[in-house]
């Protein structure tokens, strides 16, 4: 039997995290048993769908690694409304479904205003289909329903607690219940592999298998995703889109090796490690089935330490779409023409040590290309204390008098000029950083400053200087 996966979104909104989680445990279950994964859009609910939000879906899937030429698909739940009905009429024709044109005040009347799941009322009234008329499905009175999960054992339901659902609305159309078993059904699925909140759908869905005549898939549900204070990360409250980590610069490496985590780990004391490891000793059964806590932290220190790791040449590349604000990034603050490759290159390895996103870059080097410091005024009113104005005299002096513009030889030179006025170089250093780069953190100064050049680091001196006049 060949195994055959598949994640199922529905695109009605950015690409969740949490999403992108199931959709690498998909793929490399896929992977090991050399089965295949198959991408499904689930695009029935046209108010809440967009064409973006799917396209969205393939550029996040393509980003993490799960590659366009990897997957079988992308099929639309959309176009299998054909299969979809006609299963429904399947089921009623074989009476396992019966038709209901109970309204939900009615039942509760019935029900003491205590509803809790259809009273089954319509069961044996022998509806025929007509306007108006929801299809219900007829599920057992006894026995229990074993569904094999390979992360939480065999979680069973008793039937008799489960109520008579509906599987498709007074107008005829199936509800999600049935289109997704239906399309599992089409497309050969032998293993469902989703998030936790689908638990509950999940006995009522092999109900369905069963009565639809085919054996049930293998389930594996992954726990879910929750924030700091344990809620389930959602898109109102907390960053679960991809595409947010992506534009603030977190690496593809790196995201996904911080989301295989959730509820897993690598052999040994290991978390950051490569990619083939983690395609070779993931396990689902081992996955953890309690909620799994995504600490944005974290992931920054991951990120950080991948940046890290990269060779310079990479991490140059990978900084481009920060440097000239591509797709969806914001532009930086200065002219493309401003922007010098070389003197990027130079201070590059110093970013590199100490940034855990990519967008940090920005701030970090866009003194050297813009046309004036962009000031930041509290790091100025911190940095500008009683005598700034004199040391900046003195290091404005001593600087147009050195022998050679080179970091070491600067660095020699004002920590001189502050010495002569009893000042440590931390202290002499902070005026004139914030007259160079505007903000009083930030890359070694000497080195940013000997890459920027003597003219330009006088002239912003100078300024700074009659600012404080
Ligand atoms: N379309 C469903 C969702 O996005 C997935 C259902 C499933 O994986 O079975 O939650």
């Known amino acids: 039997m060949t195994v055959r996966v598949r994640f199922?979104?529905?695109?009605?909104?950015?690409?969740?995290?949490?999403?992108?989680?199931?959709?690498?445990?998909?793929?490399?279950?896929?992977?090991?048993?050399?089965?295949?994964?198959?991408?499904?859009?689930?695009?029935?609910?046209?108010?809440?769908?967009?064409?973006?939000?799917?396209?969205?879906?393939?550029?996040?899937?393509?980003?993490?690694?799960?590659?366009?030429?990897?997957?079988?698909?992308?099929?639309?739940?959309?176009?299998?409304?054909?299969?979809?009905?006609?299963?429904?009429?399947?089921?009623?024709?074989?009476?396992?479904?019966?038709?209901?044109?109970?309204?939900?005040?009615?039942?509760?009347?019935?029900?003491?205003?205590?509803?809790?799941?259809?009273?089954?009322?319509?069961?044996?009234r022998g509806l025929p289909p007509g306007e108006g008329r929801a299809l219900r499905f007829r599920t057992p009175d006894e026995g229990a329903t074993v569904v094999v999960d390979l992360i939480r054992g065999e979680p069973t339901f008793e039937n008799k607690l489960i109520e008579d659902f509906v599987i498709a609305r007074g107008d005829g159309s199936p509800v999600f219940?049935?289109?997704?078993?239906?399309?599992?059904?089409?497309?050969?699925?032998?293993?469902?592999?989703?998030?936790?909140?689908?638990?509950?759908?999940?006995?009522?869905?092999?109900?369905?298998?069963?009565?639809?005549?085919?054996?049930?898939?293998?389930?594996?549900?992954?726990?879910?995703?929750?924030?700091?204070?344990?809620?389930?990360?959602?898109?109102?409250?907390?960053?679960?889109?991809?595409?947010?980590?992506?534009?603030?610069?977190?690496?593809?490496?790196?995201?996904?090796?911080?989301?295989?985590?959730?509820?897993?780990?690598?052999?040994?004391?290991?978390?950051?490690?490569?990619?083939?490891?983690?395609?070779?000793?993931?396990?689902l059964a081992e996955v953890n089935p309690s909620p799994a806590f995504f600490d944005e932290k974290k992931l920054r220190a991951f990120n950080g330490e991948y940046i890290r790791a990269l060779p310079i040449e990479e991490f140059v590349e990978v900084c481009q779409p920060w440097l000239t604000g591509t797709g969806t990034i914001a532009p930086p603050p200065w002219q493309p023409e401003e922007f010098d490759p070389a003197a990027f290159a130079a201070v590059a390895p110093l970013a590199q040590t100490r940034i855990a996103v990519l967008s940090e870059i920005v701030p970090n080097v866009d003194f050297l290309f813009v046309a004036s410091p962009l000031i930041d005024e509290a790091a100025w009113t911190k940095a500008m204390k009683d005598g700034s104005a004199e040391l900046l005299d003195d290091a404005i002096a001593a600087f147009e008098a050195v022998p050679s513009w080179d970091a070491e030889t600067l660095k020699a030179t004002l920590e001189t000029v502050g010495a002569a006025r009893g000042l440590k170089l931390g202290k002499a250093q902070a005026p004139v950083r914030v007259a160079v780069t505007g903000r009083t953190v930030g890359l070694p100064l000497f080195e940013s400053v000997e890459v920027l050049g003597a003219e330009r680091t006088l002239t912003r001196l100078r300024a700074a200087r009659v600012r404080l006049t």
């Open 8 to 124: 199922a979104p529905s695109p009605t909104g950015m690409f969740h995290v949490g999403g992108a989680r199931s959709a690498l445990q998909n793929w490399i279950y896929a992977k090991q048993q050399g089965g295949v994964f198959v991408l499904r859009i689930e695009d029935t609910d046209a108010a809440r769908n967009k064409p973006e939000w799917t396209e969205g879906i393939l550029s996040a899937l393509d980003w993490i690694g799960i590659s366009r030429d990897s997957y079988e698909g992308p099929y639309f739940q959309s176009s299998y409304a054909g299969e979809h009905r006609a299963a429904a009429r399947r089921l009623y024709e074989s009476g396992r479904a019966y038709y209901c044109d109970c309204t939900r005040e009615a039942v509760q009347a019935r029900t003491g205003n205590q509803y809790t799941g259809y009273d089954g009322y319509c069961r044996d």
């Open 177 to 283: 219940l049935l289109a997704n078993v239906v399309d599992d059904m089409t497309m050969g699925i032998t293993h469902v592999i989703r998030a936790e909140e689908h638990l509950p759908n999940t006995p009522k869905q092999q109900l369905l298998w069963d009565a639809l005549g085919v054996k049930p898939p293998i389930w594996a549900h992954v726990p879910v995703v929750v924030n700091e204070k344990r809620q389930k990360l959602s898109k109102r409250r907390d960053k679960v889109a991809l595409e947010a980590y992506r534009d603030e610069g977190y690496l593809a490496t790196a995201m996904r090796n911080y989301l295989m985590l959730l509820g897993w780990a690598p052999s040994g004391d290991r978390e950051i490690v490569p990619w083939s490891v983690i395609e070779d000793e993931f396990r």
